[in-house]
């Protein structure tokens, strides 16, 4: 397994800031991933971070809105950037590694923007 | 594409108590893997329990296991022995391999009456 530590746990934005996120893992892994997660709601995938190479989006996540950084093996950031009030979420980061398929999570991020 | 669904949006169950929850899945692969992951109130995502498809025995944790239906496409958890500290969400995952993202359902809200 993989130890995960997401910060910060909780923060409270005023409208048209950015925010980052930062992720740190206990071991080296390929996979990092950042999801998004709705009050009440499922995981939505933002995008899948590999060390090395552009971040790839899913469908409805933009580059400019949400840039990921993955400088190494172990970190990676999520920056929310020109936040709304619709942006107001938590969001959590996972990881694979070892070649495991399942996945483990950092405590996530509760986000309100105001 | 995959998709993974949860038809219970609550279920509700006495303590020491057993309870099953709910998942089907689509997929046209033949090897992938399952999962149940739980959401307590401090939003830490926790593994529960794993199943590769390629394996006809049900995997066991403790007092979870599931009940794996290849052919009907069926992953259904039982909680035994329900305890007060099993209260969360609980999401039903879907892996096609190492690398890949995963497909989450929509979550079932578990509540333990004492």
């Known amino acids: 397994s993989a130890v995960i530590s997401q910060k910060p746990s909780r923060d409270i934005c005023q409208r048209g800031t950015s925010l980052t996120i930062q992720c740190q893992v206990d071991?080296?892994?390929?996979?990092m991933f950042w999801y998004r997660q709705q009050p009440g709601q499922s995981l939505t995938l933002i995008a899948t971070?590999?060390?090395?190479?552009?971040?790839?989006?899913e469908s409805g996540f933009v580059i400019d809105k949400f840039p990921i950084s993955r400088p190494n093996l172990t970190f990676s950031t999520l920056t929310v950037s020109n936040m709304s009030p619709e942006d107001s979420s938590i969001y959590l980061c996972s990881v694979q590694g070892g070649g495991n398929t399942e996945a483990f999570f950092g405590q996530g991020t509760r986000l309100t923007v105001v | 594409a995959q998709t993974v669904t949860q038809s219970q949006p609550e279920m509700s169950v006495q303590e020491a108590e057993t309870v099953t929850l709910s998942c089907t899945y689509d997929t046209s692969e033949s090897d992938y893997y399952l999962f149940w992951y739980k959401q307590p109130p401090s939003r830490q995502m926790i593994l529960v329990i794993r199943q590769e498809a390629y394996k006809q025995q049900n995997a066991t944790e403790n007092r979870f296991s599931v009940n794996f239906q290849k052919a009907a496409k069926s992953f259904s958890l039982k909680i035994s022995d329900s305890q007060l500290g099993d209260a969360a969400m609980y999401f039903c995952a879907y892996v096609k391999e190492y690398g890949n993202k995963l497909v989450f359902g929509a979550g079932t809200i578990l509540r333990v009456k004492s």
């Open positions: 971070a590999n060390q090395g190479s552009e971040a790839t989006y």
């Open positions: 071991s080296q892994v390929t996979m």
